[in-house]
């Protein structure tokens, strides 16, 4: 689902996610983007033809970037909670590693007009909903099984549930800040802390913790 990338237009991904991280969508600017990487538009305009062009890239890679790493880690050999606390243990951690990516996704559309005429950018809108959703049945069919085979609570709309998981885990984007100091003893701690809590919430009151 990662596509293989050039090392230019890995390159001039990782210093839009940055500049649209750090400037915001509406306010960073191609000139913005070329000059973090040092380089002339036009090596920006040789992959990407406009600014909504590339954000939607960007917005699409993060989601590649969860999907590869929580698609190897669904077992269905484990029960739905272990099932479920590995994928999001994991979700986080890759959430962490490629934090620009995910700010970006968190952030308003609105630098961009919806209705572009651009075909190249209406196309890969189209394929970030496709892939969001698909990735979003990862956790949802898990959620499903704990339910039917009694590990989770039947009560309410596993869709509801998997949304609210999904938001859990994606907390950090609104308040997490790199750390110089034992930064991967404490993205893992993280990881872990926000896993059990994700499970803890689809379990029956009287269940005890994993």
């Not at 954000?55 to 698609?71: E, G, H, I």
């Not at 243990?89 to 968190?106: G, I, M, N």
Request: with cysteine; hydrophobic share 40%.
């Amino acid at each position: 689902m990662l596509e293989t990338l050039s090392t230019s237009k890995s390159e001039i991904l990782d210093a839009a996610a940055w500049c649209f991280m750090t400037q915001g969508c509406d306010s960073a600017s191609i000139d913005d983007i070329a000059g973090h990487l040092g380089s002339t538009k036009g090596r920006i305009y040789h992959h990407f033809p406009s600014k909504g062009a590339l954000l939607s890239a960007v917005q699409l890679r993060a989601a590649r970037f969860t999907y590869r790493a929580v698609a190897p880690v669904v077992d269905l050999d484990l029960s739905p909670d272990r099932c479920l606390h590995q994928m999001s243990r994991t979700h986080v951690q890759e959430v962490l590693r490629t934090l620009p990516y995910h700010k970006v996704v968190l952030q308003s559309f609105s630098a961009v007009d919806p209705k572009s005429p651009i075909a190249f950018e209406q196309d890969l809108r189209t394929q970030l909903r496709k892939e969001q959703r698909y990735y979003a049945g990862l956790f949802l069919d898990v959620i499903k099984r704990g339910q039917t085979d009694g590990c989770f609570t039947m009560g309410g709309d596993p869709r509801v549930a998997m949304a609210s998981v999904l938001t859990l885990l994606n907390a950090p984007l609104f308040w997490y800040q790199p750390r110089q100091d034992n930064s991967k003893r404490f993205d893992t701690a993280l990881a872990g802390q926000l896993a059990a809590m994700a499970v803890a919430s689809l379990k029956h009151p009287s269940d005890g913790a994993l």
